[in-house]
């Protein structure tokens, strides 16, 4: 189809879209410089691609081309770039980029690029910088922000945040106990078991609870089903 000449950008960044979804990233980028009519989606494709597949560095030296070549980078070349620096660790970097956004390229930050670097500070264990920059957003952060830095918190012990976090997911999902497990293997690890049992106790009250684990075994041709807190039976 790229040789017949039947709109090359397109089946170019088609292809390249194709290989990186099956995780060929060796022939998306062997089709992509081969390629005389990559247009702004194709490059984004590739920067999101490596992104993706664990290739930070050359996501930005992929972004640092584009604009060499003349293309003005848009709001999901920098979702690319931002996850590029979160899934590499690059912590100074993703700063800069995500002034650049919108200093540089009068992009407005959408939640998405919000919930990068958020987790490009929660990571390098600024979590206070973290925060704030929550607190900042012109945005209602939604769950998964605030999941992201409680499991932050976990990894760098801190409790104070952890326990905002927890307060704000329990207020938009009463429902979900995933965030007040998490909260209670962080006071389980700091050896606040009264907090632990405070904790259950207040998901009890608001009737709240944890679905068991379940596990099951065919046996004779019967399934019998097995949960956490079943006994053994007494003969």
């Not at 990068?116 to 920059?133: H, N, P, V, W, Y």
């Not at 605030?146 to 905002?164: P, S």
């Not at 999902?173 to 207040?202: E, F, H």
């Not at 944890?210 to 099951?216: F, L, M, N, T």
Request: proline letters at 3%.
């Amino acid at each position: 189809a790229i040789k017949s000449g039947w709109n090359s950008s397109v089946v170019s960044g088609a292809l390249v879209d194709m290989y990186v979804k099956c995780g060929n990233i060796t022939d998306a980028e062997m089709l992509f410089y081969e390629s005389e009519t990559c247009d702004q989606v194709a490059w984004n494709t590739l920067i999101c691609g490596y992104s993706q597949h664990g290739h930070g560095y050359k996501a930005l030296d992929t972004f640092r081309r584009m604009v060499d070549d003349g293309k003005r980078p848009d709001d999901i070349t920098f979702v690319g770039v931002l996850s590029a620096c979160s899934h590499a660790g690059l912590l100074d970097e993703g700063r800069k980029y995500f002034q650049l956004l919108s200093s540089v390229y009068g992009i407005t930050p959408t939640m998405e690029h919000y919930a990068c670097m958020i987790d490009i500070l929660s990571k390098a264990g600024r979590l206070a910088e973290a925060e704030s920059l929550i607190y900042q957003m012109p945005l209602i952060p939604d769950s998964s922000i605030w999941r992201t830095i409680l499991g932050a918190c976990r990894i760098h012990g801190n409790i104070e945040i952890a326990e905002r976090a927890a307060e704000r997911l329990f207020e938009l999902d009463p429902q979900d106990v995933s965030s007040s497990v998490l909260l209670s293997n962080i006071y389980a690890d700091l050896g606040r078991w009264s907090d632990v049992t405070r904790l259950r106790n207040m998901l009890l009250d608001h009737g709240v609870k944890k679905e068991p684990g379940c596990s099951w075994i065919e046996v004779n041709g019967q399934i019998h089903v097995f949960l956490s807190q079943d006994g053994c039976p007494k003969y």
